[in-house]
């Protein structure tokens, strides 16, 4: 007996020792509660450490466990670790007005079974997301009117999905591609002639100098060749060619290359032309058609009998078209350009004006530029 009570002692001892040298183990979830806050366990999460009453994570995906509904008075630092927050139905309220609930940098968010809510409505941002992934999964917000900011970003959604009251096939238009950059101001960079452009020429336009030898064209090369310019891109906004030196003008259509007579102008001792479609304007020996500066457009005037009312017509400003998608609505034609709101998709707008890749719209009272790839034209202009 006595050796068998040893023995256990012995056994017990052992134990003891190798549960007092093993380290302390992480816990796999955050939990927010008590002295844990949703501040600090994001902190946590982020840092992959404990972070005041908040336990860290084990390994690249921490899981944030909020059991009960909370509220907060202050905003949440940036998400730039991978960290799945489960609400289990749970509300986490927000104090702060007009500021976004959470903002990824680089990383994952996942919002599970949550219903965020605005104390205050909030019109901005209700989330940013930036070169990063978010996965909504039964998730609502409240109390808001704003969108999911999205730069660089993916999404993905499994139940049901609430944004402001926009729902999931409305929250995937917000993560389409943005417009292509704009192509370089080829234009810009000619020796000698000068190019301009209605919109600018960062609208859509290329140039190019052409020699006599890229001519290739007989009929042309025997009025006298002495320079040309090639332009493609978006030409049909009106462009004017300016060369340095008098002469005459033909074009080379891009499509037929077949050589025309383009009118010209002279102003001082330039000769300039104007094109509305790609194509090559060459300057040859001659004079120009008109010493005009620029051809006046008249517009036709039209009569009525006598014996009928003339009945004003009202102004139609720019054609109506529908947008595809949800867009930013900007000052400016530049991704770079002040956002003034968000023109959702499947709205009617009236286009004013237009680049290669921009749309200068009226909206709801309010004038600005949207995307012209999330645009379908619906009038005949």
Same mark, same amino acid.
Not at 158 to 165: F, L
Not at 318 to 342: Q, W, Y
């Given at each position: 007996?006595?050796?068998?009570?040893?023995?256990?002692?012995?056994?017990?001892?052992?134990?003891?020792?190798?549960?007092?040298?093993?380290?302390?183990?992480?816990?796999?979830?955050?939990?927010?509660?008590?002295?844990?806050?949703?501040?600090?366990?994001?902190?946590?999460?982020?840092?992959?450490?404990?972070?005041?009453?908040?336990?860290?994570?084990?390994?690249?995906?921490?899981?944030?466990?909020?059991?009960?509904?909370?509220?907060?008075?202050?905003?949440?630092?940036?998400?730039?670790?991978?960290?799945?927050?489960?609400?289990?139905?749970?509300?986490?309220?927000?104090?702060?007005?007009?500021?976004?609930?959470?903002?990824?940098?680089?990383?994952?968010?996942?919002?599970?079974?949550?219903?965020?809510?605005?104390?205050?409505?909030?019109?901005?941002?209700?989330?940013?997301?930036?070169?990063?992934?978010?996965?909504?999964?039964?998730?609502?917000?409240?109390?808001?009117?704003?969108?999911?900011?999205?730069?660089?970003?993916?999404?993905?959604?499994?139940?049901?999905?609430?944004?402001?009251?926009?729902?999931?096939?409305? !929250?995937? &238009?917000?993560?389409?591609?943005?417009?292509?950059?704009?192509?370089? $101001?080829? @234009?810009?960079?000619?020796? +000698? %002639? #000068?190019?301009?452009?209605?919109?600018?020429?960062?609208?859509?336009?290329?140039?190019?100098?052409?020699?006599?030898?890229?001519?290739?064209?007989?009929?042309?090369?025997?009025?006298?060749? !002495?320079? &040309?310019?090639?332009?493609?891109?978006?030409?049909?906004?009106?462009? $004017?060619? @300016?060369?340095?030196?008098? +002469? %005459? #003008?033909?074009?080379?259509?891009?499509?037929?290359?077949?050589?025309?007579?383009?009118?010209?102008?002279?102003?001082?001792?330039?000769?300039?032309?104007?094109?509305?479609?790609?194509?090559?304007?060459?300057?040859?020996?001659?004079?120009?058609?008109?010493?005009?500066t620029k051809p006046v457009v008249t517009q036709p005037v039209t009569t009525s009998p006598a014996s009928q009312p003339v009945v004003q017509q009202p102004a139609v400003d720019g054609c109506p078209a529908r947008t595809t998608g949800h867009i930013n609505f900007r000052m400016e034609p530049s991704l770079d350009a002040e956002k003034i709101g968000v023109v959702l998709r499947g709205s009617t707008v009236g286009v004013v004006r237009r680049t290669a890749y921009w749309y200068f719209v009226n909206y709801k009272g309010r004038r600005g530029w949207i995307g012209g790839k999330y645009v379908d034209n619906i009038g005949n202009c």
């Amino acid at each position: 007996m006595y050796n068998l009570l040893k023995r256990l002692s012995l056994v017990i001892a052992l134990c003891l020792l190798v549960a007092v040298s093993l380290p302390a183990q992480a816990n796999d979830d955050i939990k927010v509660k008590g002295p844990c806050d949703l501040y600090d366990a994001i902190e946590a999460a982020n840092k992959d450490s404990r972070h005041s009453g908040c336990d860290s994570g084990i390994g690249p995906h921490d899981t944030i466990i909020v059991p009960e509904d909370i509220r907060l008075s202050r905003n949440l630092p940036d998400i730039d670790s991978n960290i799945t927050i489960e609400g289990y139905g749970s509300k986490i309220t927000f104090k702060k007005r007009n500021e976004p609930a959470f903002e990824v940098d680089g990383a994952t968010l996942t919002l599970k079974n949550l219903r965020i809510r605005f104390q205050r409505k909030n019109d901005e941002d209700v989330l940013r997301v930036i070169n990063g992934r978010l996965i909504l999964i039964n998730t609502l917000f409240q109390n808001c009117s704003g969108v999911i900011s999205v730069t660089n970003s993916t999404l993905e959604m499994h139940g049901e999905n609430n944004i402001c009251g926009h729902t999931n096939a409305e !929250i995937s &238009a917000w993560f389409t591609p943005p417009p292509p950059p704009r192509p370089p $101001e080829t @234009c810009a960079m000619l020796a +000698g %002639a #000068t190019v301009s452009a209605f919109y600018g020429l960062g609208s859509g336009i290329q140039c190019q100098h052409v020699s006599a030898n890229g001519i290739g064209n007989h009929y042309v090369l025997s009025r006298g060749f !002495i320079d &040309a310019v090639d332009l493609w891109g978006y030409v049909e906004q009106g462009v $004017e060619v @300016c060369f340095p030196r008098i +002469g %005459a #003008t033909l074009f080379l259509d891009s499509k037929t290359r077949s050589p025309s007579a383009l009118h010209s102008y002279s102003t001082g001792h330039n000769t300039c032309a104007s094109a509305n479609r790609p194509g090559v304007v060459v300057l040859v020996y001659g004079q120009p058609t008109s010493t005009q500066t620029k051809p006046v457009v008249t517009q036709p005037v039209t009569t009525s009998p006598a014996s009928q009312p003339v009945v004003q017509q009202p102004a139609v400003d720019g054609c109506p078209a529908r947008t595809t998608g949800h867009i930013n609505f900007r000052m400016e034609p530049s991704l770079d350009a002040e956002k003034i709101g968000v023109v959702l998709r499947g709205s009617t707008v009236g286009v004013v004006r237009r680049t290669a890749y921009w749309y200068f719209v009226n909206y709801k009272g309010r004038r600005g530029w949207i995307g012209g790839k999330y645009v379908d034209n619906i009038g005949n202009c």
